[in-house]
Every structure is written in C-alpha cells, then in structure tokens.
Nanobody
Framework: QVQLVESGGGLVQPGGSLRLSCAAS????????MGWYRQAPGKQRELVARITGDGRTNYADSVKGRFTISRDNVKNTVYLQMNSLKAEDTAIYYC?????????WGQGTQVTVSS
C-alpha cells in the first residue's frame, strides 16, 4: 500500500521558516516526480514546487526565491524548505508522487502564517 506521510507543518510568524517533509513508501522512489501542492480555504489546490527523479525543479511564481524543494532518494523523502513566509502562504500542504498516469497524495499538513 502506497503511503505519503507529510510532517513539519505548524504555526509560524510572518518572515519565519518551516521545513516540510514527506516520507513515501513508493517502490523505486527515485523515478517518481515528487511535488508539493497547497490548498487555502475557498481556493483550488495549486502547485507549489515539483522535482523530477534527476533533480530538475520548478516552482510557482509566488514562491520562487523563498521555497526550495529537494529530495533524498535513499530515505525516500522529499522536502520543502520555506523561508520568508507570508500570511498568504497559509494553507494545507500536500505531498504528491507521480509516475506516468499514476499519482498518489498524502493527507496534508497545515501551515499557518500569522502573528
């Protein structure tokens, strides 16, 4: 059974940092494209960042320069380092793994940016 388990969310002040982790029980993790998405109240789920198996990355314009996605193919884990957080980054953050037509989601972790 495939599982993606996120951790690292929480409450942080504006300008602060958080590091999200997603541990994946995916067979041959290294060939999956992994991503972080987020969904704020009343809004659609949106892509935050993605990383391919060979390390190519892409980011939403709103997080470029502030967020960094990375992966450890030995630990089967993908990370999202979030710096200079803003109130508008408040959302539930979801981990995603995709390979061709197959896609898997984690249960999400809440990130709240507030003073």
């Amino acid at each position: 059974q495939v599982q993606l388990v996120e951790s690292g969310g929480g409450l942080v002040q504006p300008g602060g940092s958080l590091r999200l982790s997603c541990a994946a029980s995916l067979s041959i993790f290294g060939i999956y494209t992994m991503g972080w998405y987020r969904q704020a109240p009343g809004k659609q789920r949106e892509l935050v960042a993605r990383i391919t198996g060979d390390g190519r990355t892409n980011y939403a314009d709103s997080v470029k320069g502030r967020f960094t996605i990375s992966r450890d193919n030995v630990k089967n884990t993908v990370y999202l380092q979030m710096n200079s957080l803003k109130a508008e980054d408040t959302a539930i953050y979801y981990c995603n793994g995709e390979l061709g037509a197959r896609g898997y989601w984690g249960q999400g972790t809440q990130v709240t940016v507030s003073s």
